[in-house]
């Protein structure tokens, strides 16, 4: 007698696998992340409200964060729009950023 897969089950071979080059690092948290971006040369200031602006002295491109506890882990969709506004804003580049996070 065969198997045979439910249809709402997606086999094996056509999960999602990670990009190539990319380098898990885990949980980050927002203090992490604010430790990482000061290193890459970014300036802190405090916004109205419940924010933090991070700002570059040699971009225009500025990183607005909510307020978190330093221990909170940063939403992995958020994740991913911080490596991506770094790198087009042309601070530093992902692998950069990356190895930033993983210095702390």
Request: proline residues 6%.
């Amino acid at each position: 007698m065969s198997r045979v897969q439910p249809s709402n089950t997606v086999p094996r071979s056509s999960r999602r696998q990670p990009r190539a080059g990319r380098v898990r690092l885990g949980a980050i948290t927002y203090g992490a992340i604010a430790h990482a971006l000061s290193k890459l040369g970014y300036e802190t200031s405090s916004a109205r409200g419940s924010h933090v602006i991070f700002a570059h002295p040699n971009s225009r491109a500025q990183l607005i964060l909510p307020w978190r506890s330093q221990a909170q882990t940063v939403d992995p969709t958020r994740l991913e729009g911080i490596f991506q506004l770094v790198a087009s804003g042309g601070v530093a580049t992902r692998e950069e950023l990356e190895d930033a996070l993983k210095r702390d």
